[in-house]
Structures are given as structure tokens and as C-alpha cells.
């Protein structure tokens, strides 16, 4: 079945863009685009790019070979995606190699591989200005997302600590048509090779759906059921091939299936800030009601109904309401402490004058715009979702090191960092009034009400 492609993804040269501009035509209007130029001085593109042009594949077993990772098996599906095997890097090496010498291909595609955080000494490369400002990888460098004792254990501390990834595949491997992890913001580098995408805008989502909109399209070039997807012949796509050097930002919800026109090597990070973040708790209360009607038939029997709910929600979704409401709990207080620092820094100045302010206070907007929407759902009624101590968060030098990286971000973002000092002790801090404890979506914005106004907004 022919696709209807409606245009291209724009390309524009990173090094004539400036921050602002991306956020107004690119960021806020959820729109894809392209990018030349920004890979120049990587480490990556010099070292995994051999002398002759090819991808330097004996580099990643001489120096990376033991690390373990994922390799999905392009040629097998396994339910809505593909199947995936664990091996070596070298192994996977080895018989990437092996393969290109012979007639016959496995299509073999390392996928997901936590690169950055197993080698942090390797600095393979330098994230854009315009893909800082990351709550989710932020976030993850210094707390596990989900905390609950029956499921954290002792689980493989790389597999589950960050979204930065690197990715491998030979010419043909493919990735199945999909919508992101937490419908976040994702970015995607070629460092070797070429890329050809397809994209489907948000509005068009249920054009991939089957009729319950409980399916979706696996292989948009496969054997499409029209019965069974009767919306899909209608749906109009963009295209983009993607060349070396070049990188992509991905806005949320826009499904896209992706193909390796040719040997393969991209970085990939998958990211959410204010401006997405409402599109993560919709799908986390969207597959919430899903795990409630899957289970629906026993709850007059289930002593705790909603406890194995959220369960079932955290092993879908890889967060419950209660870690979600932990994050947005966490990231309105270092906004309040950062906002709280800046306005103490420049009281003699017009702090409207500051990006950096502005950006704080339009974060803790966003916070109270996704709490007004937590509040209406029924679940939190249901149960007593969370306490949060605010003396004992501040006092926890996890969050003092969480406070001191979004300073530096953000200082960095907009060239602002005489205001990202070190935070060293927030005992001190009286901005958070009379407010002890967070239990609820009521609690957080009288909570982030109240000390704005402390700060003097």
C-alpha cells in the first residue's frame, strides 16, 4: 500500500538558531525539524568513523566490547514489537561482520544501550543547547523513578537509570512504526550512516488504530489489514532521510517508523520539560483506566483493587501515580529553590529581564496546570498516593546535587551562570511557608501557590 506523503521535515543549520527561536517554531509548536552542523567537535563522529569512511566497529570491541545490551531481530515480530536477544558488544560485533561478508543477513539492531551512563569518562559527544533542559534525564541521574520494594530489588542499575542511548544497525535493520516512551520529546544523531524517517502528526494518531483503538499499525510498508485499520489509507505522512552528522528532534506524539538506509551508528535521548509534560501524565492516566478495565472483573475480590492497578500501570508504563506525583513534586521545589536563589542574586534588577526566571516561572505554571489535572481524577480518592516531607526532601543531599545540575543547565541554556551558584545547604530556605507535607495534587498547588508568592510573583 502506497503511502500519501504530504511533504518533508524541514533542515535548518543549528548554528544560525539560537535557543529561543527553536522553543517558538519548533519546541512549543510540537513541530519536527532537522539539524545541520552541531556535531562538529564530537568525539564520537572521530572515533567510531574509521580513516576509511566506515564505521569503526572493531573500535566498540576493543574498548566497549563486554558491555551487555539489547539487539533486536529485525526479521521477528513479538507482539507489538521485535524480538530482542541480550549479547556481548562483541559478540554483536562479530556478527555484524560476519553477516556483511555473507549473502545472508540476520538484521540484527543494537538498540537502547545506556552508553553514556556505563562509560561516563568516554565523552562521546555533547548535547545541543536546544535538548538541555531535560527533566526526565535530569531527574534520573539522581533518583530511580519507580521505588517500589517488591519490584526495585536489586535490578541492573544501567538498564534503568537514564533514556541516553546509543544505537547499531546494519543497512536494512529497521525500527516498527511507534509513538515515544512517556509520548516524550526524543532527539536522534546520525554519527555514522544514513536515516529514513516517517512521520505521522499527532492529529492522525487514530488513523493507525483499529477500530477499539487498541492496536496499531506494526509495519506501515507490511500487509496492512483495511478491515482492520480502515483509517489508514487516509493518513498523510512526512519524510525525512537523515544524513550523517544530522539530527533529529522528534516532538511528542508523532508516530514514526524509522529505516537504515545504510550502516548504521546514532545517539538518541529521550526527554520531557515543561512544555510536553502534560502529554506524559495523559498517557499515564490513559493507561491507567486501561489497567483498571483489564483487571475490572475482580475487584470485589482484590483486598487492595487500586494498589494492583498502579502495580500493573508501573510495569507497563515503567511509572505509577505516585512516582509521577514524587517527580512533580521534586521538580517544583528546585524550581522554587533555584527561582528563590535568582531573585536573591538579582533583587536589584528587574528580574523579568532574566530568561532564566522566566523559563522558572513558566515551569512551575506547567506544574500547577498538570496538578489541576492530576486533582480531577478519581484514583487519588482512592488512595493516599504519597507523602512528601519537605524538610526532609531539602535536607537530602540527593536533591541539593538535583537543584545544582538544573542551575548549571539552565545557566548554561541562556549564558546566565553568575545565577547557578552551588547550592551547599538549603536548611535555611524560608520559602515554603507553613507548607511540611505534600500529600496530594490539592497539597502541591496550594504549596507552589503560597511560595510564589514568598518569592514575590
Known sequence: MELKIGGEVEKVNGKELNYADFVENYLSRNQPVVFTGLTDDWRACKDWVSDDGKPN??????????????????????????????????????????????????????????????????????????????????????????????????????SCSDYRFVYMGAKGTWTPLHADVFRSFSWSANVYGRKKWYFLSPSQHHLVYDRYMKSSVYDIFGDVCKSKYPGFEKAIWLECTQEPNEIIFVPSGWYHQVHNLEDTISINHNWFNAYNVSWVWDLLLREYHEAVGYIEDIKDICDDFEGLCQKNLAANAGMDFRDFFTFMTRFALANLVLLHQLTTDVRNMDRNSSQMARLLFFNLENIQHVALKMK?????????????????????????????????????????????????????????????????????????ECSLKLVGK
Open 376 to 448: 480531577s481524577e478519581s484514583a487519588w480518592q482512592n488512595r493516599g498516593i504519597n507523602t512528601i516531607n519537605i524538610t526532609e526532601t531539602i535536607d537530602d543531599q540527593s536533591f541539593v546535587e538535583f537543584c545544582n545540575a538544573m542551575g548549571t543547565t539552565y545557566g548554561t541554556m541562556y549564558n546566565e551562570s553568575q545565577h547557578s551558584q552551588t547550592l551547599q545547604n538549603l536548611e535555611q530556605l524560608n520559602i515554603f511557608g507553613s507548607h511540611q507535607h505534600i500529600r496530594i495534587p490539592d497539597d502541591l498547588l496550594a504549596f507552589v
Open 57 to 158: 566497529l572493531r573500535f566498540f570491541s576493543a574498548h566497549f566490547g563486554a558491555s551487555r545490551v539489547q539487539v533486536a531481530d529485525c526479521a521477528t515480530r513479538e507482539f507489538t514489537d521485535q524480538k530482542r536477544i541480550e549479547m556481548s558488544v562483541s559478540d554483536f560485533i562479530d556478527s555484524w561482520l560476519t553477516d556483511s561478508s555473507s549473502d545472508e543477513q540476520s538484521l540484527l539492531y543494537l538498540k537502547d544501550w545506556h552508553f553514556s551512563r556505563e562509560y561516563p569518562d568516554y565523552v562521546a559527544y555533547n548535547t545541543p543547547i536546544f535538548f538541555l533542559d531535560d527533566w526526565l534525564n535530569l531527574y534520573l541521574d539522581k533518583y530511580h523513578m519507580h521505588n517500589d520494594p517488591e519490584s526495585h530489588q536489586d535490578r541492573n542499575e544501567i
